[in-house]
């Protein structure tokens, strides 16, 4: 079971890469990984999930006896258990999800709003690989980018499609403001484009979404970008 | 639950029996013959509707007293429609006809019926063993099937519940309400069924499961939400015979206690779903369905629940999330739906076909079950053959059947004297297997071992001039346009695949790209989220394993081996063989593309011929001129002469 609740009295120790750590009954490796400052390449885990998606297929570990790499965000955590995060095929399959990524991800550079804070940059630079998805050909056509939304501005061609906005907004306000919409290789995030009235006010005071976006995705249109 | 007495649950069930029984003689001794019809959407799509009609017309015409019902589909889908005549004061058995359209109904009616001609030269076979005319236990088509699943499809009428309980159907059920929960999950452990959706796992560990798992409520779902291309054996059950699956799931929701059963069934099959809301009706008017079923105190409502004919939703993660009002999307397992299903409920969900195998095993035992098929994969299997074969249609064999068998005893080998190629088995999630794995046996775990799936029954059996590298094509092109698009390999990893198909089906296939497809097929296989996405690129890697020099082909020499592949194609006529004055080609040809060379003979312009081989298939046989050749440049040159432009 993912996470649900976390009883804080049971420690479990577990060892990540023969290091010791320590987490709660129920926590994920992930997040237990994460706690023991051990960083596992990961894009749609959002903390305090519940059902975690599982859906960015970047935060594989090796559970040592299991036969091949798991999601680490949805395995939790169990007493004794040895957790691998550098083997091979855990680096493989890394690399080839975010060459997956990259080859459908428009490097802007400098104009990107999240270049220095991309989560793309960062997985890319941890796992050792640049940004180019040879041998996987950029599939790169540009869609137009979004901006019916009063406040924020919806960049598709950045877009990982994690959720983790999707999430943030359903969590806050239980009324979501942002959704996937399409399906397989079309699928979109789309904010509602919330006219003048209290919704629109609520997303100009909470940006969690932005916040939350790990690419530069969505960007706020209230202050000037740097 | 507290059950009643097992005595007043049996009379309960008797005197169901024995109204229904004596409803079915009534009704045959009012008519001294006895038509009917196949009328599942297979026949209607051949045409049986028209026949229906025109058999009903000419009855009435020629005041026969005869009485013309619908039945569901017996699985020979090459000889729909299909029409069975009863005519006992004709001395024979009944016999069954084949492909009977309007015409030849209206003439049944008009020499048998009327003058006692029986027609023999329409007829397929009888269905009893007889000394006049061949029985259908002659023919391999059905006595190497086993029906046990299939035992009623195409014999009963699906909109009368009494046809079902009249052949003791519901008994199983009314047996099993008399004994513990328990003795129902014992006899599916023992006799080892396994689930027929696709995946093979055990179905009486997992009605243990749900049955144990915590909380009063449990859900018992039919998963018929069929979707693999070419694959509809779930469709005809639910038309043959729905009050089995019916009756299956009944069972099934007694055994894991629950008080609420749903059959997902996809909305591009009215016929299935109006059937089964007609046997949902007619049962619960017999106190079937509903509460206190057959007087035992068990209750159960059973809703039909229309799909959106998403391929996805045949997981059952996703399924659920769909019955819950979510985007069809599949979450990640565990926790599994046996503990935490539709509306976090612990959830039964079976097949079809695991449902409906259930009644018969029931009724008579284990034992029996095990009998059929092999030890690890007990029972029969059912498979929907199509493509190049004879005798395309519905079979049901006993686990185990070699594959060759199957294709070239059962469905009749290959039509006309091509070679076999390969067998596509388990629809887009299988694998495309060659003549060396004809010896195969058909279960669960060899198919797995070879690279293929069991799957849900879908079965494309494929002769010579099929291009693999293009079937690999199309199957990821079908999973690619039905990728939910939640996980990153499944989205983004079979796009690209696809993209590398497509140019190498184009002749522009670059080096590397069998690297390409081997490497990411495989990262996909293991990092994708759900069953789709790992099974996606199962057609991809079988081809490629066992078909390794038709890609090579493709992508070295740009040539098509079998000649599917247009652009790697060309016509062009043999003016050895061409006949002077003949201008067939010249008439059928689409484009204009044939045009006469100064010797009256024939020539095809490269520049505007499409490749669609019209040509081709209208040269006389006994001058057969028209050649296929790949690549394009082993074409000889013809030069169009300046008389001969277009047009003229």
Redesign the interface.
Known sequence: ?PQTDLDPAPHITFTVDDQPATGHRGQSVLAACLQNGVYIPHLCYLEGDQ????????C?VQIQGQP??A?AC?TPITAGMHVLTTTA?VR??QK??LR??L??HRIDGKRCSANGTCQLQRIARHLGVGLNPR???R?TEFKPIDHTHPWISHDPNHC??CGRCVRICRRIHDLPQVA?T??????QVRLLPAGPGPSGELCRQCLACVKHCPVGALISRIKPLA | MRLSDPAQIQHNYAQLAAAARESVARQAQRHSINIRVGTASCGIAAGAQETFAALGEAVAHRKINARISQVGCLGHCYAEPLVTIHHPQSGLPPLLYANIDADRARMLVRYFLEQGDPCLEHLLAALEPNEVVPSVMDFTRFNQEKRIVMRHCGTIDPERIDAYLALDGYGALAAALCRPTDAVIETIEAAGLRGRGGAGYPTGRKWRMVREAPGRQKVVICNADEGDPGAYMDRALLESDPHQVLEGILLCAYAVGAGRALIYVRAEYPLAVKRLQTAIVQAAARGLVGRSILGSGFDLQVQVFQGSGAFVCGEETALIRSVEGFRGIPRPRPPYPASHGLDALPTVVNNVKTLAAVPPIMANGSDWFRSIGTRESPGTAIFSVVGSVNHPGLVEIPMGTRLRQLIFEVCGGIPNRKQFKAVQIGGPSGGCLPETLLDLPIDFDSLTAAGAMMGSGGMVVMDEDTCMVEVARFFLDFIQKESCGRCTFCRIGTYHLLQVLQRMTRGEGQPGDLDLLKDLGRDIQMGSLCGLGKTAVNPVLTSLKYFQAEYQAHLVEKRCPAGACRPLTAYYIDLDKCARGCDVCVGCCPVDAVFTTSTRKKGIDPELCVRCGECMSACPSQYDAVRKVSPPQRAPTVKRPESAQKGT
């Open positions: 079971m059902h975690p998606p599982a859906a960015c297929r970047l594989f091949q790499p999601a949805t095929s493989q399959l080839s999800a997956l990524l080859s459908v041998p996987l050909p599939l990982v499609l996937m399409g399906r397989g290789f079309d699928t």
